[in-house]
């Protein structure tokens, strides 16, 4: 069943005909009801095209959503996670720049459609949909992506004020999608940041001895083993040459471990990029509030 599931998904989001348009108004992005090629070109003709024509004086133009209607919903999801596994390189650029075009911002843009579309990846695996080849080229495109609009991202980031954090996806790991996500986001905020998405535990441990940082973040993934964290976490703070090191963790292990920071010996957890920066924030005010 599993076999001809995953067939199945594969034919539909391949082959599958464009059905009717909708008439007049928004797009209708529905993830079940079309093709990448359609999702894409709904887009472009009930957003981008009326934008255009507003903007060089047509009339009859359908209203388009402005940047305040426009947000990304479950469907936008689905079909850039299908999109980036099984269609052609350029499309999961061209869906995204289409979505920011419509008026996606690019914060609810990396929060609300990459993250997501990454994790949905990663069960498409879990449940045999895609192969871990499949998701890899998949979760490369998005990464790709993550790194074209960084510039952008970055735009009026807040000036550097001597914080310094050192960021790495769990020793092994071959999907390092979140850890880069992450370092935007801390970059963004004014953040100096390391990041290390390749690097072993004996690598960390000497970026921590050589260097000063304020925080350490690490993105587990959930074959990681609790007792092996925590030994390592251990190791970490007694080569830093920060004896007050902030250690922080996430990633996908905090769904099957609720309580992974007080397990593994870290001092803090986050969901999501903008709570760990809002939580390495708060403990570093506090700190030199200490001093």
């Given at each position: 069943m599993a076999r001809v599931g995953r067939d199945l998904l594969r034919?539909?989001?391949?082959?599958?005909?464009?059905?009717?348009?909708?008439?007049?108004?928004?797009?209708h992005l529905v993830a079940g009801n079309g093709s990448p090629e359609l999702q894409l070109s709904r887009i472009v003709e009930f957003e981008i095209i009326p934008r255009l024509m507003l903007l060089h004086g047509d009339v009859a133009a359908p209203r388009a959503p402005s940047r305040q209607d426009f947000s990304i919903?479950?469907?936008?999801v689905e079909t850039l996670a299908h999109v980036a596994v099984v269609g052609d390189p350029e499309r999961t650029a061209q869906f995204v720049q289409a979505l920011i075009a419509a008026g996606a911002p690019l914060e609810q843009v990396f929060l609300q459609l990459l993250s997501p579309a990454a994790k949905l990846m990663g069960e498409f695996w879990?449940?045999?949909?895609?192969?871990?080849?499949?998701?890899?080229?998949?979760?490369?495109?998005?990464?790709?992506?993550?790194?074209e609009h960084s510039s952008g991202f970055r735009l009026g980031a807040a000036s550097m004020q001597g914080r310094r954090a050192l960021l790495a996806a769990e020793p092994g790991s071959q999907?390092?999608?979140g850890v880069a996500m992450l370092s935007e986001f801390f970059a963004r905020d004014g953040w100096f940041v390391?990041?290390?998405?390749?690097?072993?535990?004996?690598?960390?441990?000497?970026?921590?001895s050589s260097d000063w940082y304020d925080m350490f973040g690490m993105s587990v993934g959930v074959d990681m083993s609790v007792p092996t964290l925590a030994s390592a976490i251990l190791e970490l703070r007694r080569?830093?040459?920060?004896?007050?090191?902030?250690?922080?963790?996430?990633g996908p292990a905090m769904?099957?471990?609720?309580?992974?920071?007080?397990?593994?010996?870290a001092d803090a957890m986050a969901t999501d990029a903008t709570s760990a920066v809002a939580t390495a924030n708060q403990w570093l005010g506090s700190m030199r509030q200490e001093r």
């Open positions: 034919q539909r989001w391949r082959t599958t005909p464009d059905p009717a348009r909708p008439i007049g108004g928004v797009p919903t479950a469907a936008h879990i449940d045999d949909v895609y192969s871990f080849s499949e998701v890899t080229i998949g979760l490369w495109r998005l990464q790709q992506v993550l790194h999907h390092t999608f390391q990041y290390e998405p390749k690097s072993d535990w004996a690598d960390l441990q000497d970026a921590v080569a830093s040459r920060n004896p007050k090191l902030f250690v922080m963790v996430g769904a099957l471990i609720p309580d992974l920071s007080e397990r593994c010996g």
